[in-house]
């Protein structure tokens, strides 16, 4: 079956999952299922069964007893094998009793129960137009958010390390054909940068450019390595496209998450907007990633040109559908120089209502308030984190670079102070592993209050 059909015909009716102790067991145990043809997949762990960055193992109720005699008998550690019926129950009377519609009623019975929400439903909500259901749909989610995730932000910071880029899409401000000043940070740069973070405490570093083949395997396993050994961080990756291989010894090294976008679940929009890519050839590298033991953080663009509301319905049970533990969903915005220079931006309350459907749907995720919805209104972060979103990217890119990492026009350098604005506005918590002291020698002004 190809990997197309896998997405929409993929609806595994009971599905059970198992949970192990470690990511060696669980990578596995994944073999031996594989080994054994018991069809499944790696999930975010789902609410009540383990942390939000953990992930499980996904397989049909009819595997349950041979996938139990295979782990036995390979004597692999192992937390449980649980059927997803049993799961988390969410009670949402206070929004039931809101101002609604009975088909919005209706929707709200469905997630109290933690039953899937079907596309036609999905669709209903992005089409909400009255304000009452609007209201109801952000605190639905707001609610989720609070059961999965709580109120402490997570916060994440980005090294755009280079905007060299050999492709070409046609939205993106650092495409190839774009004329912009080019440059590449060498390893010391990088890890000079990774310092001032660990600093400041942050504990998971985005190392994020264009695709940029000069940075060869060899040479980002070196940064990675150096970045493990010396503070111990979180590693994502975000440098577009590798081969199975790559991702397996970025694995092995100890990346814990990859971002790669799928920007639009539709074929013929991915096609569209992207020359030198596949749809299949991005959906198969979601799958590699995944199955290297990465986390995977995916997500796309809003308003896109021509996209339509049925192809975000699938944006949002895309990311469902393969298990995304990041996603990262932001409106379009136009980059001057680009062939879609001249096209409207995607709207704030579009991208919020994704946002609020994607925490419904995706429950135990992170869900970054995005670089692109602060871009395009001043408190456009602020009401992600109050409709489901929980994480914050910080721009860590040097001062004299990051003006050329203009993916698109007049980005907001969302920084450490705008993050903590951001943070008291929408009554939530900055982490507590941040390194306080430091960032009150930096002169913020921060009660123990909005510390968790
Ligand atoms: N508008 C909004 N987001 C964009 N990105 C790139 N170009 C644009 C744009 N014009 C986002 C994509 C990409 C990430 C690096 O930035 O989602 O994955
Ligand atoms: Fe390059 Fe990524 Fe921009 Fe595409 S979106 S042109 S791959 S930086």
Known sequence: MSLLNKFIKNQIKEPYILVCSSKAQMLYSKELLDKNHVENEFIPTPKGFGGVCTTAIK??????????????????DYQGIFSLENRYKYDLHEIYDMNVSKQFKNIVKKVEANIDLQKEEVKFLLEIKNKEEYDALIKMADKIRRECVGDRIELRAAIEFSNYCIKNCNYCGVRRDNTTHRYRMSKEEILNEVAKLHNVGIKTVILQSGEDPYYTTDMILSIVKEIKDKYRMGITLSIGERDEEEYKIYSEAGV?????????????????????????????????IKNAGIRLGSGGMIGLPSQTIDEIAEDILFQREFGVHMIGFGPFLPASGTPYSEESKGDLELTLKVVAITRIVCQ???????????????????LALEAGANTIMLISTPEHLRENYQIYSKKNMVDLSFAIQSTKDSQRKLPK?????YIRELGYEIEDKLID
């Open 59 to 76: 397989f049909d109720k009819k595997f349950q007893n041979e996938v139990e005699n295979i782990v036995k008998k390979h004597k692999v």
């Open 364 to 382: 135990h995720v992170f869900l970054p308030a995005t670089t692109a919805i602060a871009s395009l209104h001043p408190e456009g972060q602020t």
């Open 256 to 288: 814990n998450n990859y971002l790669l976008k799928i920007e639009t679940a539709s074929k013929r929009l991915f096609d569209k907007i992207h020359p030198d890519d596949s749809y299949e050839d991005r959906v198969r590298h979601h799958e590699l």
């Open 433 to 437: 592993y941040l390194n306080f002291g």
